[in-house]
């Protein structure tokens, strides 16, 4: 009972921390912001991290996990190829959560100076694409998609997706939320020999 109270207790410190660093990126939060805003002291946070950078590389961990069970969803998900790519594309969409997104950014960035946050990073990149690959392959098969180049449809879909989130979460008014979704739209449907209507 006591370890089941601790682990749902370092889950909320974990979301909790994964918010105020979203808000206020790795390099300006501190532990005692990430304590007020959980409403406990820094003493009970060190209790379970032990370390600042500890604290950090857990709380992108955890939101990594969490990234990873919704991407393990549409994986498993008996549905035909083409609704699975429309599920992923939501999924990963530029135009989702704005707070996600500034995390995921913000550990990029982080990751050049941290093997802990690297290794998560890398580790949720390779299986987004290996799903991404996975759908576009069985589309292939299944003879709804065409395209010669799985792999490399992979790379440039996410590449794509990944600098329009930048654009829109770092330069804020440069692209519409709409033209964005388009344009990511546009760019897989094409990899994939599909009309952008279609997908």
Request: proline residues 3%; contains cysteine.
């Amino acid at each position: 009972m006591t370890s089941g109270f601790s682990r749902l207790r370092r889950e909320d410190l974990l979301k909790t921390a994964c918010e105020v660093i979203a808000a206020q990126g790795f390099g300006h939060t501190r532990t005692i912001d990430i304590a007020r805003a959980a409403g406990v002291s820094q003493a009970l946070l060190f209790y379970h991290f032990e370390t600042k950078d500890r604290l950090f590389a857990q709380a992108f961990a955890y939101a990594a996990r969490r990234h990873l069970e919704s991407l393990a969803g549409v994986e498993r998900s008996p549905r035909p190829p083409l609704e699975r790519l429309r599920a992923l594309l939501r999924l990963c969409s530029p135009t989702a959560s704005p707070e996600g997104w500034r995390l995921w950014i913000d550990a990029w960035a982080e990751s050049m100076r941290s093997q802990d946050l690297a290794e998560t990073s890398r580790r949720l990149d390779i299986q987004c694409r290996q799903v991404l690959r996975g759908i576009i392959e069985a589309g292939v098969e299944s003879g709804v998609f065409t395209c010669d180049d799985p792999e490399g449809a992979t790379w440039r879909i996410f590449a794509l997706s990944d600098g329009l989130a930048i654009q829109i979460n770092v330069h804020g008014k440069v692209l519409s939320r709409r033209r964005v979704s388009q344009l990511v739209r546009t760019a897989a449907a094409r990899e994939v020999g599909m009309a952008a209507e279609d997908l």
